[in-house]
């Protein structure tokens, strides 16, 4: 893993030993790794990412043509924070969507790969979506080993 992401996390660890809730960084760590796990290298992230801005509809990186979309949790490990729901993508305007589930170590414990129109058929009219909804995806973790 990075040492620049190593020592993000460290710090907001750090952060929330002292101040009880980590900074937001769970979408910037989850980006890069998504991007890593569909194969895309570190420098080629970087370089993707020079011209993006933080704000940004419809897809968070394109690799190899495809566009990716990610959502990602991380509970923080207090009582009552065990995920339950999860974020639902707002606008269709990316290929793959991308659902990481971080252990509170921001350590990858679930990665599931959705196509866009799978997912569509699957939670658009659903209002609420749970780690179980995604969990039917494909699993990323099983398809790097």
């Known amino acids: 893993m990075s040492e620049i992401r190593e020592q993000l996390v460290a710090t907001a660890l750090k952060w929330q030993e002292s101040f009880g809730v980590a900074p937001s960084i769970t979408s910037a760590i989850s980006e890069l790794d998504a991007a890593l796990l569909v194969g895309m290298a570190e420098h080629e992230y970087s370089t993707f990412m020079q011209s993006q801005t933080a704000v940004q509809r419809g897809h968070d ?25 999860v974020p639902k993508a707002k606008n269709y305007e990316w290929d793959i ?27 658009h009219e659903l209002k609420r979506l749970s780690p179980q909804h995604y969990r039917s995806g494909e699993n990323l973790l099983l398809s790097i080993k």
Do not use: M
Request: glycine residues 6%.
């Open 61 to 85: 990186f394109i690799y190899n043509g495809i566009r990716y979309q990610v959502k990602a949790n991380r509970p923080s490990g207090k009582p009552g924070s065990k995920v339950t729901l």
């Open 97 to 123: 969507l991308v659902w990481l589930l971080y252990t509170k170590e921001y350590e990858i414990e679930e990665a599931w790969a959705w196509p866009v129109q799978e997912y569509k058929d699957q939670f």
